[in-house]
């Protein structure tokens, strides 16, 4: 998804891993007391194995995708595929943490080059970077950032806490050229600190349930309010420039959180409700590169502007993360990210190709590594779940099992 599942120039996302030394699903069961029955120990170690497996083994409809599995599901995994199911598990968590090195390459040259321009005081060169469009990806980091950590995904918290951070010092450099109003920056501020502390609290099990509900509740509305009027704001002014999208968006999800917390909604409403945060954060992040091909389409030179290297780095931080989203059968991160790879980075990289901005083999070697990444992705789970067919893992991924 990208930076942030992609922010460069409207909102940029994430970064390196050191997640892999507390991460949740690369654990091994501990080691079996000598005393264990000669019988006893490979049951042992299968029911251990198998219940690690448990959350993201068992495929759940698209709608359920930012509802935890809970840990005492029974599982349908075959005892034969467990080992290279487990590695995989393994692996794809090491990819999705991964993506932190191409998303911290992205965004660290715009922050290193705000610093120098302030350090010699040309504040006026900072008025170039759009604080709206920051803003915006900083609220879909903060919403993604709820949305893994109720899922307990370890890596992908690392990679959305250290887009949060790097977007906000964007921020604060902004505030500080007085590009960005200072009452703005200072409840952004209040907002950020808050949801850090709030998804850390709830990561760790010390958060009130209702608490954490209000959290989702204002993401929600904060989400649904900001996207209509993203996608409304691209095509000014060729349709008029208005609020009324985003207002109108406003008083809707108010509507339905208040309607879906006073039991007015059916079971499937409230469900539907409680996954607007993720999706609309998700939606944000997809119109990213609809947004920039209509550039693109409405001035071509504008094409030149654009950094091959800083494209072919977005395609990489959201390629690294669709295995991942493949193997637990997250369909809105799948979805996310996918479209992030190969609209973002790939799309963007086709343009500058066919604007003569890049040579052929440039474009020849994404295209060979995208679409290799992709096809082993959709291979290696097909393997480790058993199936003779890569559609019945797109199946599951879209409509459960």
């Not at 995708?65 to 034969?80: R, Y």
């Not at 060729?238 to 406003?250: A, D, T």
Request: hydrophobic share 50%.
């Amino acid at each position: 998804m990208s930076n942030s599942l992609i922010l460069a120039a409207a909102a940029n996302k994430s970064l390196p891993s050191q997640c892999h030394s507390f991460s949740l699903y690369s654990r091994r069961p501990p080691p079996l007391h000598s005393h264990s029955s000669p019988s006893k120990p490979s049951l042992h170690l299968l029911s251990l194995s198998l219940t690690s497996l448990h959350r993201r083994l068992i495929p759940v409809p698209a709608l359920d995708s930012d509802v935890p599995h809970p840990l005492d599901q029974g599982s349908t995994v075959k005892v034969k595929n467990n080992s290279s199911k487990e590695e995989w598990d393994f692996w794809t968590a090491k990819f999705s943490a991964g993506a932190n090195v191409p998303f911290l390459v992205l965004q660290m040259p715009q922050i290193i080059l705000n610093a120098k321009n302030l350090i010699a005081g040309n504040k006026t060169a900072l008025l170039a970077v759009p604080w709206l469009g920051m803003l915006t990806g900083l609220l879909g980091n903060l919403s993604l950032l709820s949305y893994f950590a109720k899922k307990r995904e370890t890596e992908v918290i690392v990679v959305q806490t250290l887009g949060v951070v790097s977007i906000y010092v964007v921020i604060a450099q902004l505030a500080m050229a007085e590009a960005m109003p200072l009452p703005y920056f200072m409840v952004t501020s209040v907002v950020v600190a808050t949801g850090l502390l709030l998804n850390f609290l709830n990561y760790f099990g010390m958060l009130d349930a209702g608490i954490w509900r209000f959290w989702e509740d204002f993401i929600t509305v904060c989400g649904l309010s900001v996207l209509p009027q993203v996608m409304w704001s691209t095509f000014v002014p060729y349709i008029p420039n208005s609020i009324l999208p985003g207002v109108i968006s406003f008083v809707t999800a108010v509507a339905a959180v208040v309607m879906a917390r006073t039991g007015k909604l059916s079971e499937k409403g409230v469900k539907f409700v409680g996954a607007i945060s993720g999706w609309t954060a998700t939606l944000l992040f997809m119109w990213m590169p609809v947004s920039q091909m209509w550039t693109n389409f409405l001035n071509p030179d504008n094409i030149k502007g654009l950094s091959a290297f800083s494209m072919l780095l977005a395609m990489i931080g959201n390629g690294l993360m669709i295995p991942r989203a493949l193997f637990i059968r997250d369909f809105m991160w799948f979805t996310g990210s996918t479209w992030a790879a190969l609209f973002y980075g790939y799309g963007n990289i086709l343009c500058m190709y066919y604007f003569n901005s890049i040579s052929g083999k440039f474009l020849l070697a994404a295209t060979a590594g995208l679409v290799s990444w992709i096809g082993m992705a959709l291979w290696r789970d097909t393997v480790v779940y058993g199936y003779s067919s890569p559609l019945r893992s797109l199946k599951e991924l879209i409509f459960g099992s």
